[in-house]
């Protein structure tokens, strides 16, 4: 596909990814034994990830999804702009925040607030990717990881630029030509 031609390096391919959900997917299984949680996926770079770590979390579990931006105004506090809520009551549900990549952490941060101000008994994050050198708030940490990766701008397996290359079943670096296209 002609696509793939404008990927610069592959990081991690569909196989690393698969294993990688497996493994969080274990760990996600036995941390929450004889809880029933909610998974909400921040849409839509979720989607792919979301989809394969479900296959291997063993548990009783619902989905739920919200489509959220932040607004960061002088302040250092971001304003959430709703494309899409839950339509879950999540008071005193458990909640497991699954997300494609954290940069700044700031939309998460909101988010997370949100959901501990609607009454979740807990609110945890996994994230297949971590970009922790674009940290701007260390109010969220993430408790499972699938890759911490350096700065670069990474495409594919739900991740986009201008909404493209979401549905490459890898991750990989875009080539620089084709953001000065
Ligand atoms: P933040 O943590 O509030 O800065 O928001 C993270 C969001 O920024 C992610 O959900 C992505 O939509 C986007 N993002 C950050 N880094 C990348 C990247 O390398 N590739 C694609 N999207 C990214
Ligand atoms: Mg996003």
Redesign the pocket.
């Known amino acids: 596909m002609k696509f793939h031609h404008d990927i610069e390096e592959v990081l991690f391919s569909n196989e690393d990814i698969t294993n990688k959900c497996q493994e969080l997917g274990r760990i996600i299984t036995e941390d929450y034994q004889d809880k029933n949680p909610v998974l909400v996926g ?1 849409l839509k ?1 979720c989607i792919p990830f979301m989809a394969e770590l479900i296959k291997h979390i063993e548990l009783y579990l619902e989905l739920d999804f919200m489509d959220v931006s ?1 607004y960061v105004g002088t302040e250092s506090t971001g304003k959430l702009v709703f494309e899409k809520d839950l339509s879950t009551d999540i008071r005193n549900r458990h909640v497991l925040i699954v ?10 941060k909101e988010v997370c607030k949100l959901l501990h101000d609607r009454g979740a008994a807990s609110v945890e994050v996994v994230t297949l ?1 971590d ?1 922790p050198d ?1 940290r ?1 708030t260390n109010d969220v940490v993430p408790k499972y990881i699938g890759y911490t990766i350096p700065k ?4 594919g397996f739900g ?3 201008n909404q493209l290359y979401r549905n490459l079943p890898y991750i990989g670096i875009l080539k620089e030509s084709v953001y000065n296209k």
């Open positions: 921040l770079g932040s997300d494609d990549i954290i940069d700044t952490g700031l939309t998460l990717l970009k674009g701007k670069k701008f990474v495409v991740l986009d630029y």
